[in-house]
Every structure is written in structure tokens, then in C-alpha cells.
């Protein structure tokens, strides 16, 4: 199905949500993908520790991590925040958002291939073109968690006058309808809504970022060579494609073509990381990870034509039927925008440098995606390691990232909006650092000067894997300084 999402106190908050009263929450159609939401219930809100076993052998100990902050928030601040995760969207801010993102895309993509210089068309991408493809990510994102569009409650089902005595037939049939149509609505909001784009988010949505919070940090699931093995429909954890480029890795590399031999870029360009070199790195790490979009876009031209992705050559037919539907759609969308753009390379430049731009340095926003899911100590002794990090460097980083940055948040509860999440560090002070004064370049110097394991990958997880069990304590310790590479 699809279903979650993200905010800080100083930045886009609706205190109006905080309603008493709460619905059931929506079943997910894929529970394979679906984001780890069951709450155990042997939680005392007096103890520092849980009796509880961890919740499924099946997610990693970083997923297992974030559950068990959240079933502790839950049992604490159960009433404030049950209403945020079941009842609230962002459909009223992020709808109109997407829209207007997309189409200022387009536009300036046009105006970039037949007015603007190519400096012009950097400018251009750097603000706003970076932050409008950064919202279009966030929104999307928002839609494949289920939060984007308002949620169906148990009386949008029903045709029962019982349900609202003062309702009309046509009411009904209007509710039923949307309860029987959101998730069908969802699913083209998420194929159309990725495009303009050069690349686009559809298939790392689509295919990788729910597993994404469920294998996370996983060593045997959460490397190269088993994301282009894979014979699964989904990756087993899409954020590898990204991670690889920047963080240590357990497991093979891969993909593997003609021939057994390796191709990847993110491995070539991290293997040329030098420690405490960090402009070196810094560079490296841009020029792998925007050569490699280049190489992705020109695998849509062939994926399109021949209605295959090679580079994942045991994946299921539906996986490459779904690829090829997409590829063709975007590549049109891209060729009628070369079109409207005088048919020159600038309408294209425009869309790759903005899809690019935010997630290198020395942009703003590369501080919040580089160090995201590290591997930062609680300073609570062994297996303190804290594999999710925020970063709150005020109230318009929140806006102009669209609460992307508020990571730690959204892997506790996934199913909030992307518009509520910033009212968790009210609501559960606690867990969560306080303050808006991170420095986003002293936080990308020190991640590229030298970089960390992926999501805990080989260390033990704070609370959830110490050797008594016991998660209550360091989990809260841990999330309270779980961005100490930010200091």
C-alpha cells in the first residue's frame, strides 16, 4: 500500500491536529514493504528498560532500534501522538506544493534551453530549481507512506446511515468511493508526480524505501551485491544505491555485467577516499554520484527501447514491465521538454543539475542526506551506536528541505506527514536533541573527512542489541545526542 512522514517546532506546525481521539490505522496491502509499526505491550512507562524481546528477527537491528523508541513514545504520549500518525495528512499543504513544484520545473526547464546561459542555468539550479526537485522527492515520499492524502476513516467504508444520520446518499457514495479508491489515486500521484526529472524518484520509491526501513544497517541485506542479485521485485534496501557512494559497506559490490566484471561507480569513487582529506572527498564523492546520474539517465533511453533493466538481470518480469511503462512515460516527458526548449542539451542541464545539486557540497541540504544514517556514538559505552541523525539548523533549513531533515523522527514514526513531524521534540522532548543551531558545513566537513559505517552496520545498535536486552535507557540516551558527528 503506501503510508508516512516530517517538522520541527520552529518550522511548519499545526498544533489543530492535536486531537484526543483516535481511528484505526489503515491495513497495508504489501506487508513485506509495510514500515514497522506494531506496538508491544510490555512496556512499563516507569522503567529505563524493556522485558520485551526485540519485535522480528526479520528487521534489522536499526529498524528493531526506531521501534522500540517509538513503542515507547506511544506509551507515554500515546494520546497526542496517535492522532498525528492515523489521522493527519499533509494533503492540504503538499498537494498544491507538488503541483507548483513540477510545473516551475517544466517551465524554468524551458526558458533554461532557449534564454539562459549555461552559469545562468547553474544559478538557476542551485535556487530554486534544488529545492523545488527536493520537495518534489519529500512530497512523493510523503505519498508512499500514506500520508499525503487524507486518511480513509472506518465511516468512509460504510453506506449506513447509522454512521451520520445527517449525511446524504451522494456524502456516501463520495466517501465510500475514496476509502475503495486512495491508495489506486496514491499510486498515480507517485508515477506522474515524479516527473519533470531526469532520473526521478519513482523507481527508488517504488521499489526500495520501505524495505529501506525495515533492512537498514542490515550487513547481509544492505549491500551492492545483493541489491543487483536480488531476485525480489523490491530492493532489499534502495538507499544502498545512494549510501555506496559515501559510507562503508558490508558484502560484494556490484552490479556485475560482461562477463563477471564490476561496474560501479560509487565503489571506484569511494575506494579514492583518503582520511581527514575531506575537500578531496568531498569532490570525489560529487563527481561519482552526478557521473552515475548521467549513466542512469542514459539507461532510461535503454530500458525504454528494449523494455529491460540489465542491471538487475534476476529481477521478475512485472519488475521490468513497470520499469519500461515508466521510462517511456519520462522520456517523453523529457523529449517534449527538449522540444519546448529549442532542442538544445540547456532544458535537460537544467533538470539533472537540479535533481543533483542538493544532495552534494557544498549545498545546505547535503548536510542533512550525507549524514542521515551514520554511525554516531551515545557515549553510553558498547553497542551505543546510534544509526539515524536530524539536523536542526533552524526554522528555513525545515522549510527549504521540507522536514527531509528531520530523519530520526520519520524512521520512529513513519506514518506521520511531512508537515508534523517537527512536533515530536515537543511532544517527547527527551528523545529527541534540542536547539536549531547545527552548522551545515562543519557538519558536511566532518562527514567527508571521515566516513562512517552505514546505519550501524558494524557496531551494536544503542538499547536494542546490548547484551541484557534491555532498549529503554540507551535508546533514550542515545537519541538525545544521536547526532554527535554534528557538533
Not at 503510508?3 to 520541527?8: C, G, M, S, V
Not at 514500515?35 to 529505563?48: A, D, R
Not at 520499469?323 to 519520462?330: D, F, G, I, K, S
Not at 553510553?380 to 523522527?409: I, M, Q
Amino acid at each position: 500500500m503506501i503510508e508516512a512522514d516530517t517538522d520541527d517546532s520552529s518550522s511548519i506546525i499545526d498544533t489543530n491536529d492535536l486531537v484526543k481521539n483516535t481511528i484505526p490505522m489503515p491495513m497495508n496491502e504489501n506487508r513485506e514493504n509495510a514500515s514497522p509499526l506494531s506496538t508491544p505491550s510490555t512496556f512499563s512507562p516507569s522503567s529505563t528498560k524493556t522485558t520485551s524481546k526485540p519485535a522480528s528477527s526479520s528487521q534489522s537491528q536499526a529498524s528493531q532500534w526506531h521501534k522500540e523508541r517509538r513503542r515507547q513514545m506511544m506509551s507515554k504520549y500515546g494520546t497526542l501522538l496517535s492522532p498525528l500518525e492515523r489521522q493527519s495528512s499533509s494533503q492540504n499543504l503538499a498537494l498544491p506544493l507538488l503541483v507548483l513544484s513540477n510545473l516551475s520545473l517544466a517551465l524554468l526547464s524551458i526558458a533554461c534551453g532557449r534564454f539562459l546561459s549555461a552559469p545562468q542555468i547553474v544559478a538557476l539550479a542551485v535556487f530554486p530549481g534544488s529545492m523545488l526537485s527536493l520537495w518534489q522527492l519529500q512530497i512523493l515520499h510523503d505519498c508512499l507512506h500514506g500520508s499525503l492524502l487524507r486518511k480513509a476513516s472506518p465511516s468512509d467504508s460504510s453506506n449506513s446511515s447509522s454512521n451520520s444520520s445527517s449525511a446524504t446518499i451522494e456524502e456516501k457514495k463520495k466517501k465510500s468511493w475514496y476509502a475503495l479508491n486512495r491508495n489506486s489515486v496514491s499510486k498515480q500521484i507517485l508515477f506522474w508526480g515524479s516527473m519533470p526529472s531526469m532520473f526521478g524518484y519513482y523507481l527508488y520509491l517504488n521499489y526500495g524505501h520501505l524495505t529501506h526501513h525495515k533492512n537498514l544497517g542490515d550487513a547481509e541485506k544492505a549491500s551492492l551485491a545483493k541489491l543487483f542479485s536480488s531476485n525480489q521485485t523490491n530492493f532489499e534496501d534502495g538507499d544502498v544505491l545512494f549510501v555506496a557512494h559515501r559510507m562503508k559497506l558490508k558484502g560484494g559490490v556490484g552490479p556485475v555485467m560482461f562477463g563477471g566484471k564490476q561496474m560501479s561507480v560509487s565503489k571506484f569513487g569511494f575506494n579514492l577516499w583518503r582520511d581527514t582529506k575531506f575537500v578531496r572527498n568531498a569532490i570525489t564523492f560529487a563527481s561519482s554520484f552526478m557521473l552515475e546520474r548521467v549513466m542512469l539517465i542514459m539507461n532510461d533511453f535503454v530500458v525504454a527501447v528494449f523494455g529491460r533493466n540489465f542491471f538487475f538481470p534476476n529481477k521478475p518480469l512485472r519488475f521490468h514491465r513497470e520499469c519500461a511503462l515508466y521510462c517511456r512515460c519520462a522520456v517523453l516527458v523529457r523529449l517534449a521538454l527538449f522540444k519546448l526548449g529549442g532542442c538544445g542539451y540547456k532544458s535537460w542541464l537544467f533538470l539533472w543539475l537540479s535533481e543533483t545539486l542538493w544532495s552534494v557540497p557544498p549545498h545546505p541540504a547535503c548536510a542533512m542526506f550525507v549524514t542521515n544514517h551514520g554511525s554516531s556514538s551515545s557515549g553510553k559505552g558498547e553497542n551505543d551506536c546510534v544509526p539515524s541523525s536530524s539536523t536542526y539548523a533552524g526554522k528555513w533549513y525545515s522549510v527549504f528541505t521540507l522536514g527531509t531533515n528531520y530523519h530520526v523522527e520519520h524512521h520512529d514514526f513513519p506514518n506521520i506527514p511531512l508537515n508534523k513531524l517537527g512536533l515530536l521534540r515537543n511532544i517527547a522532548p527527551e528523545y529527541y536533541r534540542q536547539g536549531n543551531s547545527d552548522n551545515v558545513f562543519r557538519i558536511m566537513k566532518n562527514a567527508f573527512s571521515k566516513p562512517d559505517y552505514y546505519a550501524c552496520m558494524d557496531a551494536g545498535v544503542g538499547g536494542i542489541v546490548s547484551a541484557g536486552g534491555g532498549g529503554g535507557g540507551g535508546g533514550v540516551a542515545a537519541a538525545a545526542v544521536g547526532t554527535s558527528n554534528h557538533d
